[in-house]
T-cell receptor, first 109, second 118 residues
Framework: GQNIDQPTEMTATEGAIVQINCTYQTSGFNGLFWYQQHAGEAPTFLSYNVLDGLEEKGRFSSFLSRSKGYSYLLLKELQMKDSASYLCAVEDSNYQLIWGAGTKLIIKP | GAVVSQHPSRVICKSGTSVKIECRSLDFQATTMFWYRQFPKQSLMLMATSNEGSKATYEQGVEKDKFLINHASLTLSTLTVTSAHPEDSSFYIC??????????????FGPGTRLTVL
């Protein structure tokens, strides 16, 4: 079956760095998304990786290794507003989205 | 886990026809279902929120007469795109939550339906 794993919850300190991992087993791969979702709001697009490597976008970076079925989202200089759920989703061979359950990130002062 | 399915996974239709997309929560009761539209490799745009047995709440700019939403049971919501046009071609994603969609509710996302209007 198809499966996306990511930690349920993580806690980090304001100003620090946190890495949220996502591992996947899917029937084919056409890309991987990271979304940020604040409580009660719609998800916001953060990144889309198709090729292996690190893509940096300001304080957020996303890494992909297709051979390992692994991605991570790296958040630097954490701010209180980064407290949210982070969703990993993979496009399978049929371009369907397989979703992880999301990682709730708690930022403490 | 909480599984959400969508049917069909992809559909191609002619301009002017109507298309119905189903969203089902397979192993839980979904008080609230959300319909999103994803633009290519971008954010999800919330179209509407539906509560079982009530009329859907549409986001600003979404035509409720064009995108008909029905949430007749706790496990099924449908989105009907009426008189579809090529600009309606998109990837439609639903999500479901057990509660009323508030801050403490977790949304579980479906795999999406790709609509192509010729």
């Amino acid at each position: 079956g198809q499966n996306i794993d990511q930690p349920t919850e993580m806690t980090a300190t304001e100003g620090a760095i946190v890495q949220i991992n996502c591992t996947y087993q899917t029937s084919g791969f056409n890309g991987l998304f990271w979304y940020q979702q604040h409580a009660g709001e719609a998800p916001t697009f953060l990144s889309y990786n198709v090729l292996d490597g690190l893509e940096e976008k300001g304080r957020f970076s996303s890494f992909l290794s297709r051979s390992k079925g692994y991605s991570y989202l790296l958040l630097k200089e954490l701010q209180m507003k980064d407290s949210a759920s982070y969703l990993c989703a993979v496009e399978d061979s049929n371009y369907q989205l397989i979703w992880g359950a999301g990682t709730k990130l708690i930022i403490k002062p | 886990g909480a599984v959400v399915s969508q049917h069909p996974s992809r559909v191609i239709c002619k301009s002017g026809t109507s298309v119905k997309i189903e969203c089902r929560s397979l192993d839980f009761q979904a008080t609230t279902m959300f319909w999103y539209r994803q633009f290519p490799k971008q954010s999800l745009m919330l179209m509407a929120t539906s509560n079982e047995g009530s009329k859907a709440t549409y986001e600003q700019g979404v035509e409720k007469d064009k995108f008909l939403i029905n949430h007749a049971s706790l496990t099924l919501s449908t989105l009907t795109v009426t008189s579809a046009h090529p600009e309606d071609s998109s990837f439609y994603i639903c999500s479901a939550s057990r509660g009323t969609g508030g801050p403490e509710d977790t949304q579980y996302f479906g795999p999406g339906t790709r609509l192509t209007v010729l």
